[in-house]
Structure formats: C-alpha cells, structure tokens
C-alpha cells in the first residue's frame, strides 16, 4: 500500500483493515475472488510458504516460524503477521496447523487437490481371529493427474520441484 493511502485510513485496526478490503475490492468490481488476489500481490513470501505447506514441503510450524522471523527482520505485511501469530506467536505449534487451514479455506481459496482414484488389493492374514484374504482399499494419486494439477495452479512450484532447470534434462 502507498503512503497516500494509508494515511488516509482511519479508524482502529479491524476498520483499517475493512477499509483496505474494500478498497482491493472496488478496484475490480468485476472480479470475485478480490482477496485472493490481494494475497498474490501483497507477499510473494507469505505465497510461497503457504505453498511449500499446502504441498507437505514445509511444516505449519516452520511456516510459522518463517513468518515470525520475517517479522522480527521488519518485513511489514498483514499476511506474514497473521502467519507469525498462529499459534499464540509459536506458543503452542500444534495449533498452527489447524489456524493455518482455516486461514486458507476462509481468504486464499486455494484449488481443490484432484480426487484420488481406489483400487481393492487382496491382502492375506495368516494369524488371528481375522485369517483369510481380504479387499483392502487403497487410495492414489496418478502423477500425471497431479502434475496436471500443479502446472496449472501452481506453476512455480512445478517448474522448481518436477521440471527443473532448463538444462537439467541434457546433462542426465
């Protein structure tokens, strides 16, 4: 936000913040998912953290502790503050997980994950009262399913992780 702007906010803080929302809202009167992208354009650490969480590469906890200490080192955002205050501040981490789902569900929207697909495997017991065969489900994931997934909505992260550099593929 500019200096202009923020200066003429008033208000405490959860006015400010309503006044900000609208703001981002009545700049694209059009557009529905308004604060998503208020998000994409806020930080783009705060995106790539909640990324590297919603994807298992990072844990709610060190996601938590990133955001902390982007705050100690002054980065000013609203994303990484909230980030950094889950969880009473890095008090009680096995809260975090928990607070940062119900962040996302509520103001990312993130993209649904593709459906798994089952498949019934026989599995064989040999002892106990439940010897014999039995059909067990079992849930996956096909990879070109996923990566179909991340390619189009996550495509940084798929060009990292899954593609790589550009001249990665030769030198293999």
Same mark, same amino acid.
């Given at each position: 936000?500019? /200096?202009?702007?923020?200066?003429?906010?008033?208000?405490? &803080?959860?006015?400010?913040?309503? @006044? &900000?929302?609208?703001?981002? @809202?009545?700049?694209?009167? %059009? #557009?529905?998912?308004?604060?998503?992208?208020?998000?994409?354009?806020?930080? =783009?650490?705060?995106?790539?953290?909640? !990324? !590297?969480?919603?994807?298992?590469?990072?844990?709610?906890? @060190?996601? @938590?502790?990133? *955001?902390? %200490?982007?705050? +100690?080192?002054?980065?000013?955002?609203?994303? =990484?503050?909230? %980030? *950094? #205050?889950? /969880?009473?501040? /890095?008090?009680?981490?096995?809260?975090?997980?928990? $607070? +940062?789902?119900?962040?996302? !569900?509520?103001?990312?929207?993130?993209?649904? *994950?593709?459906?798994?697909? /089952?498949?019934? +495997?026989?599995?064989?017991?040999?002892?106990?009262?439940?010897?014999?065969?039995?059909?067990?489900?079992?849930?996956?994931?096909?990879?070109?399913?996923?990566?179909?997934?991340?390619?189009?909505?996550?495509? #940084?992260?798929? $060009?990292?992780? +899954?593609?790589?550099?550009?001249?990665?593929?030769? !030198?293999?």
């Amino acid at each position: 936000m500019s /200096g202009s702007t923020h200066t003429q906010l008033k208000g405490g &803080r959860l006015q400010r913040k309503r @006044q &900000r929302d609208e703001l981002a @809202q009545s700049s694209d009167p %059009l #557009s529905s998912d308004a604060p998503a992208r208020a998000f994409r354009s806020v930080s =783009l650490l705060a995106r790539w953290l909640l !990324e !590297e969480f919603h994807f298992v590469f990072l844990s709610a906890a @060190q996601v @938590q502790f990133a *955001a902390q %200490l982007a705050s +100690i080192d002054g980065i000013d955002n609203d994303v =990484l503050n909230k %980030l *950094a #205050s889950f /969880g009473s501040n /890095g008090k009680y981490p096995n809260k975090v997980a928990g $607070e +940062i789902e119900k962040y996302m !569900e509520t103001y990312i929207k993130p993209a649904p *994950a593709p459906k798994p697909q /089952g498949h019934e +495997i026989p599995l064989k017991i040999c002892k106990g009262p439940m010897t014999g065969y039995h059909l067990m489900q079992q849930y996956y994931n096909l990879p070109h399913v996923w990566f179909a997934f991340m390619y189009a909505h996550f495509r #940084s992260i798929y $060009e990292l992780r +899954i593609r790589g550099a550009a001249d990665a593929l030769p !030198e293999f």
